[in-house]
């Protein structure tokens, strides 16, 4: 997590700046699944800690990737703990209950499209060998033609978003939303990004907008939207913040699910002993004591997938700093803060990026470690918080016990009795 304070004096001034109320910007970037849970989690945290925050009522949003999903539903008015019942705990009611297998769906339509194809990519192939004496190289590259563009298909997903946008007191349009949304996606055949919900890109329905933005190649076939195809919108930027920046914002909260993992061997000579002592506890029939964080040692001892992830994540966050700084220069009177994982933190490294089973889990963990940012660094955000009109509430962050989701067992009277606390607790902070 970083933070910077806005100096004065810049081309655009803000709304604090010329007296007015002060503006707030949520900027969300992508991660499959994983890093939509790590975002539910994430902004439950920060919302509940921070006195006049309400996720629902940003002056803007931009969401990449997966973070276009969390961004359109915020922007519809979903609050994060509703995101949270829908998306993690499938508590919600239809429409708004995620279904994971709306992500599982073979994408039969471009199987059966690029099959149909092989007979004339066959006859190419071969007339190039044979007659024209071209490499067989040559051949096995054309063959490529027939391969599909992705494994699974995002239609039954994108349909299911267009019922949720379409409740009453929602909408599917950028047009009729009360506060500016913009979804990044990648023009496959320009490499450019596209901002829809920006003018000229506001015709495009939500639904299909996030479809697009998520669309990682590979996994997922490009989106076809008036006549072009689209993919993941991460392949440019990371965040592509300065579509909300150049609207003139007080402060703009950021939040990367991704972050390359950074080995501390010292901490792992630690676990070590630490778990050589547990081991001798428990031979001795003494109690273990909480259960370790995992650590990694070496990263290519995990062999491919630690090793592929592993620069994946460096790639992306390395394109994350380097915009990070230029934000700093170009928008000097913005505060930005950047909120993502703890790069020491191998459970949400070694989480799947595309696994949903384990939601609960490790969004809990998202919570309990942005709840833990908060308190460690209170001294440096407590200012800039409230340079935009917040107040960074040490009293929620004292409570040890607040939980994100209830605990194994809990019957229904103890979650009645723990949202109604958390209740009163808001309502006493606003009536202070």
């Known amino acids: 997590m970083r933070g910077q304070r806005a100096p004065d004096g810049l081309k655009r001034r803000s709304a604090r700046q010329m007296g007015g109320r002060p503006r707030i910007g949520l900027a969300l970037a992508g991660g499959g699944p994983l890093g939509a849970i790590y975002e539910v989690g994430a902004l439950c945290a920060l919302e509940e800690a921070i006195d006049g925050l309400d996720f629902t009522a940003c002056d803007g949003y931009i969401g990449v990737s997966a973070g276009a999903f969390i961004a359109a539903g915020l922007a519809n008015g979903m609050t994060p703990r509703q995101l949270c019942a829908a998306f993690i705990e499938n508590t919600a009611a239809a429409p708004d209950r995620f279904d994971p297998g709306a992500l599982l769906q073979p994408a039969w ?59 009453p007191g929602r909408s599917d349009d950028f047009r009729q939303l009360r506060r500016p949304l913009v979804l990044v996606a990648t023009d496959l055949d320009s490499g450019e990004a596209v901002p829809f919900g920006a003018p000229g890109w506001a015709h495009v329905p939500i639904s299909q907008a996030v479809q697009a933005s998520a669309a990682l190649p590979g996994l997922f076939p490009p ?49 070590d002993r630490s778990r050589r002592a547990r081991g001798l506890a428990r031979r001795l029939g003494r109690p273990a004591g ?13 062999g491919l997938p ?8 460096a790639l992306i966050h390395s394109r994350l700093a380097l915009g990070m700084k230029g934000y700093e220069l170009t928008h000097p009177q913005t505060d930005i803060l950047l909120f993502e994982p703890d790069p020491r933190d191998a459970e949400l490294f070694l989480a799947n990026t595309f696994s949903y089973r384990q939601r609960r889990h490790l969004a809990e963990h998202a919570y309990q470690a942005t709840r833990a940012l908060l308190r460690e660094r209170a001294d440096t955000l407590a200012p800039q918080f409230a340079r935009a009109g917040l107040r960074l509430r040490g009293d929620v962050l004292a409570n040890r016990d607040a939980r994100l989701l209830p605990e194994p067992g809990d019957t229904r009277l103890d979650q009645a009795l723990r949202s109604l606390r958390r209740s009163l607790s808001q309502l006493e902070a606003r009536a202070a």
């Open 109 to 167: 339509h471009e199987f059966g499209h690029r099959l149909r194809l092989v007979p004339q990519v066959l006859a190419g192939a071969a007339r190039e060998v044979l007659l024209e004496g071209r490499s067989a190289l040559g051949a096995i590259e054309r063959l490529g033609r027939a391969l599909p563009t992705g494994l699974l298909s995002s239609e039954r997903f994108g349909a299911a978003l267009k019922q949720v946008f379409t409740q």
């Open 223 to 271: 989106v076809e939207i008036d006549g072009r195809h689209y993919v993941d919108g991460a392949l440019k930027k990371t965040l592509h913040a300065s579509v909300l920046l150049d609207r003139g914002l007080d402060l703009l909260i950021c939040l990367n699910p991704l972050v390359p993992y950074a080995s501390d061997r010292r901490s792992t000579a630690r676990e």
């Open 306 to 313: 630690l090793v592929l992830s592993q620069t994946f994540r």
């Open 290 to 302: 909480r259960a370790l964080q995992p650590h990694i040692h070496r990263l290519v001892d995990g």
